[in-house]
């Protein structure tokens, strides 16, 4: 009979993004040591920061770290590591993270219990390229590695007393982004729900759909179809009553609220206020490139 032991450990779920799509696109051969390597990654980037990886479940592993602090440099390590790996006939792999802390139950090398549950909810939420962790992990970081998150929103889960905090680890390019919140208006206006429309299609953030992605790779929500936009170009996030654009590209993004200048955010934040609209990395875009935003 196998022995049971609780402690208390960090969670943490890797996934690699679209890997049925990637056998249809790439073949069985190609995509199977594509994922390969990516899962070679992860166990790499796991094992680098003290962590054990549980177990693979197909394209995706689960790992266990002693401290909090090490599993968020694995997470950082693997995004990288994936990052740097080369594109496979026109494909870019990309996966996706979420980790969480708390007591878990070992049994026959295992793992069981809430935490792992939650940290596998994060990582089903995050989009390509993202890592999310919860409040429970950002309180026991070290202060330099809480400077490294953004705040996202709270989610409900459903059996828990308290709606559970999301944060986001930013990656991707850490030294160029600003993090501050730079504005358009000393006086934002307070809006429960933004609009968006892009090349004929609508979309819309509200309390029930609070982050947007935007960049050319097909994992976005919005998929840019200019040349100059970036992969990972930019995202919206609504936070409280406000919603906030977040530039992570190389060619910068173009907002123009009505009646104002043209601001260019490349690397920082910014808050929306409308009716309005934004150009991703070429501010002369035709109109019908560019992306119409207002809110009610």
């Given at each position: 009979?196998?022995?049971?032991?609780e402690?208390?450990?960090?969670?943490?779920?890797?996934?690699?993004?679209?890997?049925?799509?990637?056998?249809?696109?790439?073949?069985?051969?190609t995509?199977?040591?594509?994922?390969?390597?990516?899962?070679?990654c992860?166990?790499?980037?796991?094992?680098?920061?003290?962590?054990?990886v549980?177990?693979?479940?197909?394209?995706?592993?689960?790992?266990?770290?002693?401290?909090?602090?090490?599993?968020?440099?694995?997470?950082?390590?693997?995004?990288?590591?994936?990052d740097?790996?080369?594109?496979?006939?026109?494909?870019?792999?990309?996966?996706?993270?979420?980790?969480?802390?708390?007591?878990?139950?070992?049994?026959?090398?295992?793992?069981?219990?809430?935490?792992?549950?939650?940290?596998?909810?994060?990582?089903?939420?995050?989009?390509?390229?993202?890592?999310?962790?919860?409040?429970?992990?950002l309180a026991?970081?070290?202060?330099?590695?809480?400077?490294?998150?953004?705040?996202?929103?709270?989610?409900?889960i459903?059996?828990?007393?308290?709606?559970?905090a999301?944060?986001?680890?930013?990656?991707q390019?850490?030294?160029?982004?600003?993090?501050?919140?730079?504005?358009?208006a000393?006086?934002?206006?307070?809006?429960?729900c933004?609009?968006?429309?892009?090349?004929?299609?609508?979309?819309?953030?509200?309390g029930?759909?609070?982050v947007?992605?935007?960049?050319r790779?097909?994992?976005n929500?919005?998929?840019?179809?200019?040349?100059?936009?970036?992969?990972?170009h930019?995202?919206?996030?609504?936070?409280r009553?406000?919603?906030?654009?977040?530039d992570?590209?190389?060619?910068?993004?173009?907002?123009?609220?009505?009646?104002e200048?043209?601001?260019?955010?490349?690397?920082?934040?910014?808050?929306?206020?409308?009716?309005?609209?934004m150009?991703?990395?070429?501010?002369?875009?035709?109109a019908?490139?560019?992306?119409?935003?207002?809110?009610?």
């Amino acid at each position: 009979m196998n022995r049971q032991t609780e402690s208390f450990r960090t969670v943490l779920f890797a996934d690699v993004c679209e890997s049925t799509r990637l056998y249809e696109r790439l073949g069985d051969q190609t995509a199977l040591a594509a994922l390969a390597r990516c899962l070679a990654c992860m166990r790499r980037a796991t094992e680098q920061f003290g962590g054990r990886v549980v177990k693979t479940i197909g394209d995706e592993t689960m790992s266990a770290f002693e401290r909090v602090e090490d599993a968020f440099q694995a997470a950082y390590r693997m995004q990288q590591m994936v990052d740097e790996l080369p594109g496979q006939n026109g494909v870019k792999l990309a996966i996706r993270i979420g980790f969480h802390c708390g007591p878990v139950i070992e049994e026959a090398s295992d793992l069981f219990g809430d935490t792992v549950n939650t940290a596998a909810r994060l990582a089903n939420l995050a989009k390509a390229g993202q890592i999310l962790l919860s409040g429970a992990v950002l309180a026991h970081l070290p202060q330099m590695q809480q400077g490294m998150t953004r705040d996202l929103d709270r989610l409900t889960i459903k059996g828990k007393g308290e709606d559970l905090a999301l944060h986001e680890v930013i990656w991707q390019h850490p030294e160029e982004l600003t993090m501050k919140l730079a504005t358009l208006a000393p006086e934002p206006v307070l809006a429960v729900c933004l609009h968006l429309r892009y090349r004929g299609r609508d979309y819309r953030l509200d309390g029930r759909h609070s982050v947007l992605t935007l960049g050319r790779d097909t994992g976005n929500d919005v998929v840019l179809e200019d040349a100059l936009a970036s992969r990972s170009h930019a995202r919206i996030e609504r936070r409280r009553e406000r919603f906030v654009l977040i530039d992570q590209s190389t060619n910068g993004t173009y907002v123009t609220v009505s009646g104002e200048p043209e601001v260019a955010v490349r690397r920082e934040e910014i808050l929306l206020r409308g009716p309005g609209f934004m150009a991703f990395g070429d501010p002369r875009l035709p109109a019908r490139d560019q992306l119409a935003f207002c809110f009610d």
